[in-house]
């Protein structure tokens, strides 16, 4: 069984500050692994997806890198902003497609 | 540019009704979830279909039934609702494999049972 785990559960960093996101699987046989972002009761964005053979994706301020072998991934936001503020989960998807949430993140970003 | 798409955005219901949550999807994906999420926690996965005409469960099933209609619709029916089913759904697509199949979420429905 897939098993996503997120630590920390939350964070707080002052502005200007690198964000450090961390999401670790148990099985490393994933299709793929998706970054997301959620704002206090609303749905969630997709920040970055990386296939299974890839080893980090970036977009903007944001970098994602994957180890499949040790099952963990990173999200980098540089140069934190109070805008950043929000919870970020991850996903796998795996055997069958199915998709497996971590539990989370939430980012605190103090200006 | 609907994507993933919601009914109701809210509900409340009285202990033992019934009700079913619609999700449809128009990107001509196979594969269609529903998720419950509570206070401070991740994503929980209740059903999920790869492919029309499957179904499975995912870690959090009792309760719950599902219909994958046709390749759009994926439907979750709650038959006798329950305080501990208050929650928010969120319905979400993706395709087959791991090449380019992000996830699409639908913007979720506000479930409170009393």
């Known amino acids: 069984k897939q098993e996503v785990t997120q630590i920390p559960a939350a964070l707080s960093v002052p502005e200007g500050e690198n964000l450090v996101l961390n999401c670790s699987f148990t099985d490393s046989a994933i299709y793929n692994l998706q970054w997301f972002r959620q704002d206090p009761g609303k749905g969630l964005t997709s920040l970055l997806l990386i296939q299974s053979s890839q080893r980090e994706q970036t977009s903007g301020r944001l970098n994602a890198s994957l180890d499949k072998s040790s099952g963990r991934s990173t999200l980098y936001i540089a140069a934190s902003q109070p805008g950043d503020s929000a919870t970020y989960l991850c996903a796998v998807k795996a055997a069958g497609n199915k998709l497996t949430f971590g539990g989370g993140t939430r980012v605190l970003v103090k200006p | 540019n609907a994507g993933v798409t919601q009914t109701p955005k809210f509900q409340v219901l009285k202990t033992g009704q019934s009700m079913t949550l619609q999700c449809a999807q128009d990107?001509?994906?196979?594969?269609m979830y529903w998720y419950r999420q509570d206070p401070g926690m991740g994503l929980r996965l209740i059903y999920y279909s790869a492919s029309e005409g499957t179904t499975d469960k995912g870690e959090v099933p009792n309760g719950y039934n599902v219909s994958r209609l046709n390749k759009r619709e994926f439907s979750l029916r709650l038959e006798s609702a329950a305080p501990s089913q208050t929650s928010v759904y969120f319905c979400?697509?993706?395709?087959?494999?791991?090449?380019?199949?992000?996830?699409?979420f639908g913007q979720g429905t506000r479930l409170t049972v009393v």
């Open positions: 979400a697509s993706t395709d087959l494999g791991g090449m380019n199949t992000e996830a699409f």
């Open positions: 990107m001509n994906h196979n594969s």
